[in-house]
């Protein structure tokens, strides 16, 4: 299945290289399909280099000839980016924005009322060809449309299509989710430093732990809580540590913090 015959980057920033860089390690799209655009000029010159994409300064003219366009600035930077593209957008053309909280809506509102639009939350990972991706679709979007799409982001990692209400938890869980496990990494990182360790080897270890455990959790497709049981002994270490933790109802702590990142995708889709 032919993608895309010309992918158009609005935006190329951290999301765009990830998704560019899979593109290409998997062969999805060639390289001379895919046009960059971005405000930072020195920005596009560096991604022709690093991976031979062709960048346009001007977005009108790289639009027309473009038959997906990839939305991929901030949420705050969305506006001026509909005012800029706004009369060039091809009616079959397809736009996949993954700006956190803008909904299908929204754009369609913004572009024109009959355009695809298809809403995707990858995350990080996807640098690392190991994200997770969600997508939903507007109200213009074939099956087929979707299909491609997410036949794109697979370049990068694992991919679902789901509701577009159950994109605010969505945000909350594995759009920001790897702050939470890096924010872990370097508390874990810290008390160890704190006990006892040189610098060097609490990295070491705490890292090669989140890794190996992650990777745990995607081999053996055990239930979290089962693998979590398999490393407790009765009155050992392990135990001792997680009823610290329940003492201290770490679990309301998480629940209470993707809460309020779940109201902030919610308050950007206002
Ligand atoms: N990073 C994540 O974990 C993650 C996960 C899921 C979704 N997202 C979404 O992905 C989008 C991009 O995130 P990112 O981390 O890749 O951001 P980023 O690294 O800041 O890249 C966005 C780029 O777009 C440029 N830009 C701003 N206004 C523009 C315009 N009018 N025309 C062309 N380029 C423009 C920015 O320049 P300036 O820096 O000068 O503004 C920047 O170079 C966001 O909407 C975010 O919500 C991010």
Redesign the pocket.
Known sequence: MEISKKLFF?????????IISGLLETKLVKTENIVC????KE?LFNLQQKFGVSIAED?GEAIIGADTIF?????Q??L??FD?IRNFVKRKAIII??????TTKFIEDNIHKDVAVIR?????P?LVLSGITALCKGRFVSDEQLKKAKCLFSAVGKTEILEEKKFDVI?ALS??G??YIFYFCEIMQEAAEKLGLAKDIAKKFAVQTIYGAGKMLDITKEPAKVLKEKVKSPNGTTEAALKYFESRELSAIVYKAMEQAMERSKALSK
Not at 97 to 102: C, K, L, N, T
Request: hydrophobic content about 40%; proline content about 7%; cysteine-free.
């Open positions: 609005i935006g190329s920033g951290n999301m765009s290289q990830a655009n971005d405000i930072i920005k977005k939305l991929s600035v901030k949420p930077n969305m001026r980016v800029e924005s993954i700006a956190a909280g803008i995707a939350m990858p995350n990080t996807a945000t759009g920001s790897p702050a």
